[in-house]
C-alpha cells in the first residue's frame, strides 16, 4: 500500500501545561464518490492532529528505494507505531544509515480494495492508537525494585 501524497507535520508535542490527558485527534477523510461497479479501490487518509502529552506522529511508515523512471521514493504506510518505534523511529524521514528506512509520520494515505475495508482499517487505526496510548501511560509508572550493591570483588 503505497503513497504518493505528501504532508507537513504540524508541532510535534502538545502542551503539557493544562491540556489534560494523553491524546491525539484522528481525522479520517474518505474518497467521495465511490461506486463499486465502476471503481477498483476506495481512498482513505487519516491525519493525526492535535497533541496533547505526546508527539503527533504515530504512523510508521517505510521508505522504497528510488524508482529508475520517477526519480521519486515511495513510502509504504505500515501500521500504527509500537511504543519501541515511537521512541526509536525518526520523524518525517529515515535516517540514511537505517535498513529499512523507517521513519513516523503523522499521516497516512491508503488504497483498499472496498470501502467496507477502508471502515475496518479505521477502525483498526481508532485501536491501535488507544492501545499507543495506553501503552505510553502505563510506561510513566515506574517501581522500584530491589537495590543491589555492586562492587570489584564480585
Known amino acids: 500500500m503505497a503513497s504518493g501524497s505528501s504532508s507537513s507535520s504540524q508541532s510535534s508535542v502538545g502542551d503539557d501545561g493544562g491540556c489534560g ?5 484522528l481525522t479520517p477523510y474518505f474518497q467521495k464518490n465511490f461506486n463499486i461497479n465502476q471503481h477498483v479501490g476506495f481512498r482513505i487518509r487519516v491525519v493525526a492532529s492535535d497533541p496533547c502529552k505526546m508527539e503527533v506522529e504515530v504512523f510508521r511508515h517505510y521508505q522504497k528505494p528510488i524508482n529508475a523512471v520517477t526519480g521519486e ?22 535516517e540514511s544509515e537505517s535498513s529499512p528506512a523507517a521513519y513516523r509520520l503523522n499521516w497516512f494515505d491508503i488504497v483498499v480494495p472496498t ?18 496510548i495506553r501503552t505510553l ?18
Do not use: H, I
Open 115 to 132: 470501502e467496507e475495508l477502508a471502515m475496518q482499517v479505521w477502525q483498526y487505526v481508532q485501536d491501535d492508537v488507544a492501545d499507543l
Open 73 to 94: 521514493a515511495d513510502r509504504v504506510f505500515a501500521g500504527v507505531c509500537s511504543w519501541s518505534d515511537y521512541e526509536d523511529m525518526p520523524k518525517e524521514v529515515p
Open 21 to 25: 490527558a494523553r491524546s491525539l485527534l
Open 137 to 154: 501511560n502505563e510506561g510513566d509508572v515506574l517501581e522500584a525494585g530491589a537495590a543491589v550493591t555492586v562492587t570489584g570483588d564480585s
